[in-house]
Structure formats: structure tokens, C-alpha cells
């Protein structure tokens, strides 16, 4: 056991521009690509996610001091940072669960995948981290190794299914072909698109009327395009930061790179992923008769589309402003703020690209997600002194926006109960996978729901 914690202590310290390349290779492999073309595949597919993380790092490049500004022209002062997700992973994974969290859920998904209860193959490791956060903080309120484990485990099999009923409709709308998002934060978001999504189409003003980038594009004409959207946006930021004329310049500029370069590297990815995405069907089509696997990827890929970097951007005042004015939140955003884009990444696909929905929605999760992040500051708190986590220079208690989901609020609460709530835990992934059977894909989920 300790040989193989290892191994996986070992790959996962190489990183994901190493690790996605490989995993995707062997994916590869395992289709009966040649070895050439797997390895180009993975070599694409990482360079795509390079591109993608050098783009992603405008964001905390020229956005990260905006946000410092912003915190002290709204004079925020809340008794808990948000450490950010950086912090919050490194913490999840110094655990006792998320020292053995990758071999963990691998074997879970493996399970899942022979009893064909996922179509997701999911080779984001990195992210495995949310897993162990839920599991973590179990074992922190419990005591118990073996009721965080059982935790981790029910919120990978929630999100692998959650994964395979978005994954037509990411596909479709972000031109991704055989992929799944089974991030374990983003998969949490899916249910709530969902439901607001079935009320915005019960809604007089919203009924049978999407303003998506498309729209905008026809009616704004060049103005439209996502390049100058990223332009006259950085632009007002700066203004309303009250940067400089070169400054305020730059922000328009890298703003606008941003929308450009993000989709051509998402492109990139897919240009990988083709070879694997066909191998996959030629595989299922001769041994298993038309079923179908999904690469699971990072949720990064989501943002790619200009609709979720647009409501990215403008989240970050917005959640400032909820932050100062809900009255549970105890949650200084800072550390996470600038990658509000990752809190709607799911939002584009489900709402279809429509851009006030996503505002909408975008606003609500975010409330939602300062209410969580609060709730677990004393628990996150503890858990980083158990593990001799160095706290940020003047904080007390740290969170994550990140680590701000109400599934592992809802399965903490069950294993708040021991023996009983580990039952519980069992029959809530249970009633999800029997809910869940027969492959359904969003579209049949929210019909059932709403009936």
C-alpha cells in the first residue's frame, strides 16, 4: 500500500502539464491508437493546457491587483480570508484521505466503469483534491479516517454522474467531442443551472429569449466581437479602478487577449482529443455495441466560450458587493476572486450560452458559494493547524470560495451522525445513481425534475 501511495504521491507532484499528456496517452493506448498517435495526442492535448494556463494567468496577472483595489475602495474588512484554491488544494491533499485520494478514487471510477455506471474516465487528478477536501473535513469533524474516505468517495461517484448528464450539452455548446466535466466544484453548480434554468423558462421577460454571443455579435457588429467586448471592458475596469492612461491601456489590451487566445487554445485541446474521442467509439462500437466513454476533464476547458469570461469578469465587483452585504458571510474574497469564471464555467453549456442567464445565475452561486466558504472557515481552520499549514501573514481563520460546496456541506452534515449517517451517505449516491440510470442526459434529468 505504501509502494503504491507513493506512485501516486509521485505522479501527482509532477504536475498536470506532465500528467494530463500521460493520462491521455494511456487513455490512448488503451483505445488501440497507435503508440505514436497516442503520444501525439497527449503531447497536444498538453500543450493545449499549457496555452491554456499561460492565457488563465493574465487573468491573475492584471486582475489580481484590481481586486486589491477594489477590496479597499468597497473597505472590506471580514474576520476570514480566502486563501484561494491553491492553498485549499495543498491543504486537502496534506491530509491523512488525501495523502491516499488518488489510487482511491481511481479505483472508484475503475468500479463504476465496469459496473457501467459511469461513462466518465476521469484523468483530472489534479482535481481529485476536491475529493479530499470533502473527505478532510469529515475526518476533521468525526475523527474518523474511514467516514472521510466514505465521503470522498460518494461526492467522486456524485460528481462522475453529474459528469456523464452535462456531457452532451458541453459538448454541443462548446465543441468539445467525447468530454465530461467531472470537477468536483463544478459538478456542484450543475443542479442549480439546472433548476434556475427550468424557472427562467416559466419567467414572462426570459421565455423563449437567449441573448448569447452570437446575437450579440449580429447586433454589436465588430463591437460584438469577443476581442473588443475583453477591450471595452478592461478599459471601464480601469477607469473605475482609477488606474493611469498607460495602465488602464494595458488592462484593455491583456483583456482582450484574454478573449482572443482562450478559445484557440481550447481549440488545441480539441485538435488532441479527436483521435482519442474516435478511437473510443471504433473501441465501443466493435466490443460493447454503441456504448460510449468520456474523457473527464478540467473545467479550464469551459473557458474557452466568450460568454463565460465575460461573466467572469464582471462577477468579481459583484461578488465584493455580496460579500459587504449578505448578512451570514464572513468571507474576505481575495485568494479565488480572480477566477470567478471557474464558478460559472458549468452555468454557459447548461444555460446555452445565454448571457443575461448566466449573469443571473452567476450572482446566485456566488452568494451561495460566500454562505458555504463561511461555514467551513472554522473547519478549514482546523484542519490547516492539524496539518501545520502556514496561514497567510495576518489571518486567523482562512477558506476557499472553492472549497465552498454544498455537497460536502451535505455529506458532512450525514457524517455528523456516524454509523447512521454513513448509511445515509450510501443511500443518498444510491437513489443518485438509480435517478441517474439509463444514461440520461440533461435534458431528460430536467424533465423529470420538473414534473
Do not use: C
Not at 496517452?25 to 493546457?49: D, E, P, Q, Y
Amino acid at each position: 500500500m505504501d509502494l503504491i501511495v507513493n506512485l501516486f504521491d509521485y505522479i501527482s507532484n509532477l504536475g498536470s502539464i506532465v500528467m494530463i499528456p500521460v493520462m491521455i496517452a494511456i487513455v490512448g493506448l488503451l483505445f488501440r491508437l497507435s503508440i505514436l498517435k497516442a503520444i501525439r495526442a497527449g503531447v497536444m492535448v498538453g500543450i493545449g493546457f499549457i496555452g491554456l494556463n499561460l492565457v488563465l494567468n493574465l487573468i491573475w496577472d492584471y486582475i489580481g491587483p484590481v481586486t486589491t483595489i477594489l477590496i479597499e475602495k468597497f473597505n472590506l474588512n471580514l474576520s476570514v480570508v480566502d486563501a484561494g484554491w491553491p492553498a485549499a488544494a495543498g491543504l486537502a491533499f496534506a491530509t491523512k484521505v488525501g495523502v491516499v485520494i488518488i489510487p482511491f478514487i481511481i479505483l472508484v471510477n475503475i468500479l463504476m466503469l465496469i459496473t457501467k455506471q459511469t461513462k466518465t474516465v476521469n484523468i483530472d487528478i489534479w482535481n481529485y483534491w476536491h475529493f479530499a477536501f470533502t473527505g478532510g473535513v469529515i475526518m476533521t469533524i468525526s475523527g474518523s479516517f474511514w467516514y472521510g474516505l466514505l465521503g470522498a468517495a460518494a461526492h467522486a461517484v456524485i460528481a462522475l454522474k453529474i459528469a456523464d448528464i452535462s456531457a452532451k450539452r458541453v459538448q454541443d455548446e462548446l465543441g468539445l467531442p467525447g468530454v465530461s466535466i467531472p470537477q468536483g466544484f463544478a459538478i456542484t453548480t450543475v443542479p442549480i443551472y439546472m433548476l434556475l434554468d427550468k424557472i427562467y423558462d416559466r419567467l414572462p421577460g426570459f421565455k423563449n429569449r437567449r441573448v448569447d454571443s452570437e446575437a450579440i455579435n449580429k447586433k454589436l457588429g465588430i463591437m460584438g466581437e469577443p476581442l473588443m467586448i475583453g477591450l471595452v471592458l478592461g478599459i471601464i475596469i480601469g477607469i473605475a479602478v482609477g488606474y493611469d492612461l498607460k495602465q488602464t491601456a494595458e488592462l484593455g489590451i491583456a483583456m482582450a487577449a484574454l478573449m482572443l487566445l482562450l478559445p484557440r487554445m481550447v481549440k488545441v485541446i480539441m485538435e488532441g482529443l479527436i483521435p482519442i474521442s474516435d478511437g473510443a467509439k471504433s473501441f465501443m462500437q466493435k466490443r460493447f455495441k454503441g456504448s460510449e466513454f468520456y474523457i473527464g476533464l478540467d473545467s479550464a476547458v469551459l473557458l474557452g466560450h466568450s460568454n463565460t469570461i465575460t461573466v467572469g469578469i464582471l462577477l468579481i465587483p459583484v461578488a465584493l458587493i455580496l460579500a459587504m452585504v449578505l448578512p451570514f458571510n464572513t468571507t474576505l474574497p481575495f485568494g479565488d476572486l480572480a477566477a470567478t469564471a471557474f464558478f460559472i464555467a458549468m452555468a454557459t453549456p447548461i444555460h446555452k450560452g445565454d448571457f443575461f442567464r448566466t449573469l443571473i445565475s452567476g450572482t446566485i452561486v456566488m452568494g451561495v458559494v460566500l454562505a458555504f466558504a463561511s461555514y467551513f472557515a472554522p473547519i478549514i481552520t482546523e484542519t490547516a493547524m492539524n496539518t501545520g499549514f502556514q496561514f497567510p501573514e495576518g489571518a486567523a481563520k482562512i477558506t476557499a470560495l472553492s472549497a465552498g460546496n454544498w455537497i460536502a456541506y451535505v455529506i458532512l452534515m450525514f457524517a455528523k451522525l456516524k454509523f447512521i449517517g454513513a448509511i445515509l451517505i450510501v443511500l443518498l449516491t444510491g437513489g443518485m445513481l438509480y435517478f441517474f440510470r439509463k444514461g440520461k442526459n440533461l435534458e431528460e434529468a430536467q424533465e423529470e425534475a420538473g414534473q
